[in-house]
C-alpha cells in the first residue's frame, strides 16, 4: 500500500533514509538533523509517500519543485526513492514513482527529474517504462502542459 507520509513516520522514513545513503552513497545531507530538517517541511507539504508491507514502512519517495527558470515551468525532482532490501520487486518503487508522476502533473510540472546515479541498471529498469530519458546527465521525464 502506498500513502502520504504523516510526521509520525519519521523514524521509519530515517531508518530507510540512513541505509539508501549507505547503498546510494549519498552525502548530501551529513548529518540526521540536516536531512530531518529539509524532510520534515516535505512531509507537511505533502511531498512524501511511504510504501508499506504488513504495515511495516517499507520505502519513501521525497520529492520538491525546483526554483523556476525564468520563463520556464517548474520541475518535479525526485530527491529520494528507496526501497527496503526485503521489500523490492513488489512494484513498491514503480507505485511511488507514479505518485511522483500524479504530483507532478497535478501541480503543473514542465518535467520530472530524478535524482540519481544514472548507470544504475535498477534505476534504468524501473524509469525507462515510464518515459524516463538521459538528458545532460539527468534522467527526466518531458510532460504534456495543458
Ligand atoms: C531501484 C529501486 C527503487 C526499485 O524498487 P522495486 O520496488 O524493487 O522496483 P519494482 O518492483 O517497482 O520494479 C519495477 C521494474 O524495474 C525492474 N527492476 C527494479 N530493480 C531492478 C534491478 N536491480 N535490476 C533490474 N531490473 C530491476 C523490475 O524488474 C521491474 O520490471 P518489470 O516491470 O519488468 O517487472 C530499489 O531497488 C532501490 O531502492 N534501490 C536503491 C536506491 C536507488 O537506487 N534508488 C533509485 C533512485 S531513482
Redesign the pocket.
Known sequence: MIRPAAGADLPDVAILWQR?RD??NDHRFPERTDWERWILPRIAAGDVRVGTTDRHVA?YVAWQRSSPTPGCPRDLL?RE???HPA????????GLLARAIDAARQRNCGAVA?V?NVD????L???E?FGFALESGELRLQLQRG
Open positions: 539508501y547503498e546510494a520505502a525526485i526513492l528507496y526501497v521489500g523490492r520487486g513488489q512494484r513498491l518503487g514503480s530524478v540519481t544504475d541498471a535498477g534505476v529498469a524501473l524509469v517504462p
